[in-house]
């Protein structure tokens, strides 16, 4: 509680990177110490979204022999959904604020090289929203 909006800012860094943690509880603690919710909402979307965007461009850095070596998938199943992907991927990463595969989703808009524009803008829009569903659903508005 000490660090206020930073410390928000933080643990929603960390959230959305590969590290398990969970914002949402940090989140709800710091509006339920007073902290102003809207700005609440803001901080940790900033935080989530750059976490976010960080295992994107994680994302970017594999190769494609990597898989086919270390996870024994064929190049030819690899393209023929990096082609399915490129279709609809870029807006894929709205999903990004699902908990177990939204950082899947971010490594995986990385790795099939997803407009990082798009990526970074439905990618904002999901965690926005994840944070004002969280507020309203535990009555934290004010």
């Known amino acids: 509680m000490e660090l206020g909006y930073l410390g928000l800012f933080i643990a929603s860094f960390l959230a959305a990177t590969v590290i398990p943690f969970s914002s949402e509880v940090i989140f709800s603690a710091m509006v ?10 803001w901080v940790a979307t900033l935080g989530n979204w750059l976490g976010g965007m960080s295992c994107y461009y994680l994302g ?18 690899i393209e ?31 790795f099939f090289r997803c407009r990082w524009w798009l990526v970074a803008i439905s990618m904002l829009l999901g965690k926005f929203c994840r944070y004002v569903v969280w507020m309203y659903l535990n009555g934290l508005f004010m």
């Open 60 to 77: 970017r850095l594999g190769k494609m022999h990597w898989i086919e070596k270390y996870l024994g998938v064929k190049k030819e199943k």
């Open 80 to 110: 023929k959904f990096a082609d399915r992907i490129h279709k609809h991927g870029d807006w894929f990463a709205f999903f990004s604020f699902l908990p177990g595969i939204g950082d899947i989703i971010a490594v995986a808009s990385g």
């Open 32 to 41: 339920f110490s007073g902290l102003d919710a809207w700005t609440c909402v």
